[in-house]
């Protein structure tokens, strides 16, 4: 895969992390703690599915520094490579998904971007942030396991839902057209 990294996706992966970082403090509890829905995680797959992995990466890794740090002082880091992890295994697909192309509202291609995203959050929630957590922080099997498990299964709602979405409403109005062009 030969990704560019150019003026687009430095600009793209600034407005991703600016708007994590903003939804940081949207958070619906599902009675785990430290364990929410976060609707930032369709901005992140929204980036990673149309920009690549590159940018996927940028986004999970500075919005999530960058929210922790605004919002509570401290960062989570066992929980910041899992945002990374996402928006790499989504964006890896970026070209397979023909978001800029207008292709993504095909059943097709919205079922495997959904494949995809809950093979990433499998490995980000379940094995990345469990592991990370008890490396790093010595929290216990149990309860980095089920926190782990609960994000998966957030995160695959809110991605599934609003990131498909955003990805669909967004392929069909940019229908192939990679510029702006100057009206008659």
Known sequence: MNERFGIPEIVSAGIGTALFVVLTTVQIPIGIPNTYLQPRMA???FVAAVF??????????????????????SVSWSWVVPEAVVGIGIGIFAFRFAVMEGRFVSVGKIVLFNLVQ?????AAWILVA???DIIIYEEPLSKVFVQGLFAF?????????LATILLAAYSKAV???QELQKED
């Open 43 to 45: 901005i992140l797959a």
């Open 52 to 73: 690549g992995p590159t940018v996927g990466a940028v986004t999970g890794l500075l919005g999530h520094v960058l929210g922790d740090a605004v919002f509570y002082g």
């Open 118 to 122: 809950i093979v990433a959050n499998a």
């Open 130 to 132: 469990p592991i990370l």
């Open 153 to 161: 299964l957030g995160n695959i709602i809110i991605i599934g839902v």
């Open 175 to 177: 229908g192939g057209s």
